[in-house]
């Protein structure tokens, strides 16, 4: 058994050691080349992907999965999140904490087939979780430094500078994610990219409402024309205060969206800790047949997510 133990922990550190030295093998330069090169045209595309490979497994599986909707939705919430990942390293990541959750959860649960599929489902969500919360955070810093890029860019703007010279001004004075994502913005414009494009391109990116009046304010002002610094000082006004307003709703909402969260847990988390510390007491409720646990657990799940969804709304209030 402890041989077994050994081999298994020996062939986990190994594939910790190929995906730590496949992660840490993509420079910041390769990975700004790649992401600009899914908008340059489809020759560029090819020249830009072959510079950029640096493992032949992982941008095998990375070529073949991006071609699909599936793929695309991943290298884009990769890109929100701001995760130094390919989509075949996301995909490898996936797989390798599948792996050690089920081995974790198979040891810890006296080697029961359940217990191995509870640890790899486990490790199978763990990952999208991770990057959404990662979204969830960097989309929230970036409104809060919104307001901060507006008042930069009119006063660039009053004295002289262009907007794309305002822009530039922004990635280097600004602190990150704000100034990470107009630096693309510049990089995307300096290879050729229209203005209005890199601006859309940052809003797939970012997709924060605030960031929305931004850009159409530009676009509109780069057609018909005028005073585009008096109107970005307007936006500037009404962003700031719904950042203000927002802020203090989310404030005093954080409690009931605390005890929402903690309390729809709190039944998923005892099911578990009986599980693997005592399951023929948690087996006892399918005594009754199986019409009977399934109807007790359709019932708990339903009041579980029911109280969820309805304490969720009442926290959620439109700013």
């Not at 005892?270 to 019409?291: H, R």
């Amino acid at each position: 058994m402890m041989t077994t133990i050994i081999i298994i922990g020996g062939i986990l550190l190994i594939i910790l050691l190929i995906i730590g030295v496949v992660v840490s093998s993509n420079s910041e330069r390769v990975l700004v080349e790649k992401r600009l090169s899914q908008y340059l045209d489809e020759d560029d595309k090819h020249s830009a992907t072959r510079q950029a490979q640096n493992s032949l497994i992982v941008d095998w599986v990375s070529k073949r999965v991006e071609k699909t909707s599936f793929g695309d939705r991943i290298a884009r919430s990769l890109a929100r999140a701001d995760m130094k990942f390919k989509v075949g390293e996301y995909f490898v990541l996936i797989a390798v904490t599948v792996l050690v959750g089920g081995l974790i959860a198979w040891f810890l649960g006296n080697q029961h087939p359940i217990s191995a599929s509870i640890g790899a489902i486990a490790g199978a969500f763990a990952p999208g979780m991770y990057v959404k919360s990662q979204q969830k955070k960097r989309l929230q810093k970036f409104n809060d430094q919104l307001s901060d890029m507006l008042n930069l860019m009119v006063n660039g703007l009053r004295a002289g500078y262009s907007t794309m010279q305002a822009m530039e001004a922004i990635s280097k004075e600004l602190p990150s994610p704000i100034c990470d994502e107009f630096r693309r913005v510049i990089q995307e414009m300096q290879i050729g990219i229209s203005m209005e494009t890199a601006l859309d391109n940052l809003l797939r990116r970012i997709p924060s409402e605030d960031l929305d009046f931004v850009i159409t304010a530009i676009n509109v002002q780069r057609e018909v024309g005028g005073n585009l610094s008096e109107i970005l000082d307007n936006i500037s006004f009404t962003i700031r205060e719904r950042v203000r307003i927002k802020g203090e709703v989310r404030v005093l909402t954080s409690q009931v969206r605390t005890s929402g969260s903690v309390l729809s847990m709190i039944p998923f988390f005892l099911v578990l800790v009986l599980w693997f510390l005592n399951q023929d007491y948690l087996m006892s409720i399918t005594e009754g047949g199986p019409i009977i646990t399934a109807a007790i657990i359709c019932v708990v799940l339903g009041l579980i997510f029911t109280s969820y969804f309805i304490m969720m709304k009442i926290a959620d209030i439109e700013v």
